[in-house]
């Protein structure tokens, strides 16, 4: 597996897997227009104007994604994602981890993520500790 910066022309596969990796979130919250599902490939092209895009890619295919921008020494990271049959193996952790050293010195991290997302949480905790 190799990590490293995503490119503008990544975003439609980036975006193909977020619709995939969401769907247990959507199936949480029986809303299937929940945000990561129907962002338009626009949104997420010009997203990279000012997020560094991250992607984990085994086999020359794109498995996992973290985007994160620095604003005010705070860094907002979302949209961590991992393809449902690469899930467990540690690439959610290597993408934070890698996207955390793009940024100088922030003062705090933003996380976001829906309110019954308990499997999020916890993984997030369990980062938040290493």
């Known amino acids: 597996m190799i990590i490293d910066r995503a490119a503008l022309s990544d975003a439609e596969e980036i975006r193909a897997l977020q619709k995939i990796a969401y769907v247990s979130e959507a199936e949480i919250y029986n809303d299937y227009s929940i945000e990561p599902m129907v962002q338009p490939l626009a949104e997420v092209q010009e997203q990279f104007e000012n997020y560094i895009f991250l992607k984990a890619v085994v086999n020359g295919s794109i498995v996992g994604s973290v985007r994160g921008l620095l604003k005010e020494r705070t860094c907002h990271i979302g949209k961590l994602i991992v393809h449902p049959n690469h899930q467990n193996l540690g ?30 949480f916890d993984y997030m905790r369990k980062l938040a500790t290493k």
């Open 91 to 120: 690439i959610g952790e290597q993408l934070m981890l890698k996207i955390e050293s793009f940024f100088d010195r922030p003062i705090r991290y933003e996380l976001f993520t829906g309110n019954k997302s308990e499997k999020i």
